[in-house]
């Protein structure tokens, strides 16, 4: 291999050494390199002994790329054995060994001798038209489409571009004859599937082809062949739609069936196993006693599918390799250098501009930044990084005194944590710009500018745009029927979103990109409904907001289009259970509060609608469409732009916080305290459609330094006590409710039954206006009209009314007349 090597370095050789162009050269070139070739998928492969595999890979993919006709050479040997038993090395590594050390070595090795075969303009001439052979074939089975299984090789009147007898000539494709047994494997792969991912492997490798290397000959190839359907189904299995299963019927085959199906598998062969007797061969078989594959398992195949369509940047990068000298004192893995590359420029920029490195606060406003809750990270545990890291002194630093983190610790905390979290390597890397192959996004799709500072995007929109940006500009490959089906599964996605959760949003937004998704769409809301209420749906509600994020920030002329089906149902009559959008079926879980008898479950499934609302209101396309239709979720208006407080579950927003304090924060006992107003006020509520609700409300203490005002009245046959109070429901805005409060219960609560709300009157915030009331869930039109008055009128109604009259005595401060705000 080094002499191969050798005789093509552009060095100066020796007068009577033969030429690269030297015919007698390129022979013996090629005779080494399929014998060496030969040896090592037949042999070395197979031996117990396989240290320096890393080494052959390398050098055996070298030659295979710089030396087109060996490469050629080998795949035309490759194809040949695609119709053997014995010898067929693509079955043997992709469906067969039980080894993955070895079936990842062959893998690499068949894709490049295939990204460097399909650069001859011979083999690419010859791979276009297998490919043309390919689109007749499908336009012929079209019309039986969904009645019969689809071929996996050409058949018919273009069985000869597969025949290996004219492959030297031209005639025919070797990359298809192999692109076609590829399409072979996936049929049977649901009973392989613990081999599977170097299958996929395999087709990611041969889709991340560069386009200057004729990569889009090799996608539009595997496209043809309908390997990304076929992988599709193989994820989703017995979810797949009608179509697709009786299309594809190996590849969707359910796992309980393959699992029927599965040979038996047994430990390697005594005779390969170490001499000491004491060692187990590594056999992934061994450490994976899974029955069915999880998300995990299928990395590849989703970043395969990514490539295939046309989407860049979707190949993980490693985060870490082995290091190269290993010692007492030095760890067993190191940084890769790109991914070094990567955090060294996160941690330029999560560093103060006159600091030496992170501090405390630092550290946990960068968590935070990440994604973390600054409660979920305690002080001891930031404490714990400085003293386990590297840092450097304060000196210099304005003054201060600490110690702060230094690049090397910040780095060897990566280092660390890459391999026992990877996912959440990625995810921070993810949300400062970075990639899944960890190049960076433009700072077009990644930052906005407000108030004269610069911000980052969240990761949904900043996807979104960087996507749209590359499909514009790069030629996407045209995705069939029957992919477009599969890509509508909810299932796919959710998947996708367990395994890494970047990959899966670049993966649905290339993949939804100029697409209505109108199907997806609906089988989303139909999972979020359907969705078990306890810790066992927490997966599912985090990859459907996952879903709705992207495809509300997906940059297209479908955009408005979809975030409309997403939030409200464009069809009558439909059941909750049948896709009713979010807004139509949180009104649903939300209805099912005036009920006395409603259960836990109900509330519990209308709070989670609530929280997807209020993470998809973070988006800025949600956010203005939202402003343009507040009646459709006016009722809801408390809930949505609120967070929890503590265990009353008060409803405040405050993301206005300075140096992490609170200006209105309170306890409870100060919230009732009251304001220094007249004790005889009184609300007079008229003109409401829900007669109940009219009437005189008379002053009952303060609630968030305001009056509260009750009235007692009959709903649905029960004795209640209406209220008529302000809330905090924002920043910085405040909104009047005529609801009824649970007795014992705080108001302000999801447990309040509402009516109707109002904004403040910012000339008289303390007070409830006139006009400007709106329906909520409970109310009906017409809104109240509200007047403030002031008086000693001891009438019975004003008595009967008072919650707690006790003897029925009446105030005896002074009249002072009515007032009215407006």
């Not at 018919?156 to 399409?183: D, F, L, N, P, Q």
């Not at 038996?264 to 061969?281: C, D, R």
């Not at 250098?337 to 941690?347: G, I, Q, S």
């Not at 550290?363 to 545990?381: F, R």
Request: one cysteine or more; charged letters at 25%; glycine letters at 6%.
């Amino acid at each position: 291999l080094g002499l191969c090597r050798l005789s093509r370095s552009p060095k100066k050789r020796d007068a009577g050494q033969p030429s690269l162009t030297d015919t007698t050269g390129q022979t013996w070139q090629c005779a080494i390199l399929d014998m060496l070739l030969s040896f090592f998928l037949d042999v070395l492969l197979y031996s117990a002994d396989r240290s320096t595999v890393n080494t052959w890979v390398k050098m055996l993919s070298e030659n295979l790329t710089a030396d087109r006709e060996s490469a050629r050479h080998f795949v035309h040997k490759l194809a040949n054995k695609t119709k053997t038993v014995s010898g067929n090395w693509l079955r043997t590594y992709t469906s067969d060994c039980p080894e993955a050390e070895a079936r990842s070595a062959a893998v690499r090795i068949f894709a490049s001798a295939l990204t460097s075969c399909v650069v001859s303009d011979t083999e690419a001439s010859a791979l276009q038209r297998w490919t043309d052979a390919w689109k007749e074939q499908r336009t012929e089975f079209k019309p039986n489409l969904g009645s019969s299984a689809l071929p996996t090789s050409l058949e018919g009147k273009w069985k000869e571009m597969e025949s290996t007898k004219s492959m030297a000539t031209g005639g025919s494709s070797s990359i298809g004859i192999v692109v076609s047994y590829i399409t072979r494997l996936f049929e049977v792969a649901p009973r392989t599937w613990k081999y599977n991912n170097e299958l996929c492997m395999l087709v990611r490798d041969l889709s991340n082809a560069s386009i200057e290397a004729k990569g889009d000959y090799l996608r539009a190839a595997l496209s043809v062949a309908q390997i990304p359907e076929r992988m599709i189904c193989l994820v989703v299995r017995e979810k797949a739609p009608p179509v697709l299963r009786a299309s594809f019927p190996g590849s969707s085959v359910s796992f309980d069936v393959a699992e029927t199906q599965v040979r038996q598998e047994t430990n390697a062969s005594a005779h390969l196993l170490p001499l000491s007797g004491n060692q187990i061969m590594p056999n992934d078989m061994n450490s994976r006693g899974a029955a069915s594959p999880v998300a995990s398992d299928f990395v590849a195949l989703f970043e395969a599918l990514g490539r295939i369509i046309g989407m860049k940047g979707l190949v993980l990068e490693p985060l870490v390799a082995e290091a190269p000298e290993q010692g007492r004192n030095r760890p067993g893995f190191v940084l890769t250098e790109r991914a070094r590359e990567a955090l060294t420029v996160v941690f330029k920029e999560a560093c103060g501009s006159n600091q030496p490195g992170l501090g405390q606060q630092d550290i946990e406003a960068y968590l935070q930044k990440c994604g973390l809750d600054s409660s979920a990270v305690p002080p001891q545990k930031i404490v714990e990084i400085l003293t386990k890291y590297q840092t450097v002194s304060s000196e210099g630093a304005k003054g201060t005194t600490g110690s702060y983190l230094s690049l090397q610790g910040f780095l060897a905390y990566y280092r660390d944590m890459a391999q026992t979290d990877d996912s959440r390597v990625r995810s921070d890397l993810h949300t400062f710009g970075f990639r899944p192959d960890l190049s960076r996004r433009s700072p077009e799709t990644r930052i906005f500018t407000t108030g004269g500072r610069d911000q980052l995007m969240f990761s949904a929109e900043s996807v979104a745009k960087d996507v749209a940006t590359t499909m514009q500009s790069d030629v996407a490959q045209d995705m069939s029927e029957l992919a477009l089906m599969g890509l509508d599964v909810f299932l796919l996605y959710q998947y996708a979103y367990s395994a890494c959760e970047p990959l899966a949003e670049y993966l649905l937004a290339t993949t939804a990109y100029e697409r209505d998704c109108n199907s997806l769409i609906v089988n989303t809301l139909r999972t979020i409904y359907n969705a078990p209420t306890s810790w066992a749906g927490n997966e599912i509600w985090g990859a459907a907001t996952m879903v709705l994020k992207i495809l509300s920030s997906i940059e297209d002329d479908y955009k408005r289009e979809r975030i409309s089906a997403i939030m409200q149902t464009t069809r009558t009559g439909m059941a909750p259970d049948e896709g009713l959008g979010l807004l139509g079926a949180a009104k649903v879980f939300a209805g099912s509060r005036s009920a006395h008898n409603y259960s836990a479950d109900m509330q519990y499934s209308y709070e989670r609608y609530v929280e997807i609302l209020k993470e998809l209101l973070k988006l800025s396309p949600i956010y203005l469409w939202m402003s343009e239709h507040r009646a459709l979720w006016s009722w809801m208006e408390r809930d949505l732009f609120s967070t929890d407080d503590g265990k009353s579950q008060r409803r405040t927003y405050d993301s206005g916080r300075r140096d992490g304090t609170d200006e209105d924060e309170e306890d409870d006992s100060r919230m009732y305290e009251d304001a220094p107003r007249p004790s005889n006020e009184k609300i007079i509520v008229s003109k409401a459609g829900l007669a109940e609700i009219n009437g005189v409300y008379v002053r009952d203490g303060s609630f968030e330094k305001a009056g509260k005002y009750v009235k007692r009245a009959k709903w649905k046959g029960n004795d209640e006590v209406f209220s008529l109070f302000r809330c905090n429901v924002s920043n910085n805005t405040k909104h009047w409710y005529i609801s009824i409060v649970p007795a014992g219960v705080q108001p302000g609560t999801n447990t309040d039954i509402d009516f109707y709300s109002a904004p403040v009157n910012h000339n008289n915030p303390d007070y409830p206006p006139t006009h400007g009331w709106t329906k909520a869930q409970e109310g009906e039109h017409p809104p109240p009209v509200v007047h403030v008055r002031e008086d000693e009128t001891d009438d019975a109604s004003i008595r009967n009314n008072w919650p707690n009259n006790g003897n029925g005595d009446s105030s005896t401060d002074q009249d002072r007349g009515t007032r009215m705000y407006i």
